[in-house]
């Protein structure tokens, strides 16, 4: 299955239809990216890195899936040769630079829409996403990741779904795992934000941001704080491989059956002491 930065194929995807939708609040044993179906990987391996000081795009390595196990959707990217760390980034799926419609220059734009509403979206090939990979602190351990935050102007849509969201994608000698980190306000990580404005998420890389570190791939909670999830990662001996800002919340509730879905813009991208856009 390919899908270029624009459109999607997922032709031959199987969807098991389990459950009915639903959402969870951080007292259950719920994820946030709870989804009432399992569904197989819908996979890209178009993508694109991105030129910072030039705003060039080339054709890149990576491919990205979106899929469904234990009724959880969860992301995964894979970068055989990623780009110089500092210098690049790659967009997928829907993502991609544009112009602010407040100025200032380029902003990272995504975008996950559910046409056909869920969940035939997720089998008929309509649903999109968008990720944006970046590549600072790799090989740097958690507890070296000190500050990470954006800002984001909501287009179309709500949270929900586990998006927008970041994604930490680490490994150690045995596997390779991801955290996520969800945008939103807890304990739901699905309210609605007011559209036409830039918001700012703050430093969540501080227990001051709450239980919004999912360390579920590592044997930790849904719901873990920044402290939590340094402790956990570093104790299994993992390290930072790159650093994803995802949208792929378009099959969730109100989101889903519209023609925009989830449509964000995010600029001012903090990892440490580097900003992305600008």
Known sequence: MRRTLLALSTAGVAVMLTALAGSASAGTSLPVNYVGLNFAPITTSTSHN????????????????????????????????PPDPNGFGTFLGTARPVKSPTGGGAVLYEQSVCVEGYPTCLGDGTFTYGDMVMYPLRGATLDQLQFLATQYYVEHGCFGG?????????????????????????????????????????????????????TSQIDGTFYNTYTGAVTLADALGYRIDEILLVTDGGWFGANAGTPDGQTFLFQDIQTNGLTRFP
Not at 63 to 74: D, R
């Open 162 to 214: 586990g998006s927008p969201r970041f994604s930490i994608v680490m490994s150690n000698a045995v596997d390779t795992v991801e955290i996520h980190v969800y945008l939103g306000m807890y304990p739901n990580y699905m309210d609605c934000p007011p559209p036409g404005v830039w918001l700012s998420t703050g430093n969540f890389a501080t227990d001051a941001a709450g239980p919004r570190w999912d």
């Open 50 to 81: 991105y030129n910072w000081s030039t705003g060039a795009l080339t054709s890149g390595t990576a491919s990205a899936s979106v899929f469904s196990t234990a009724n959880a959707v969860q992301n995964t990217v894979h970068d055989p040769s």
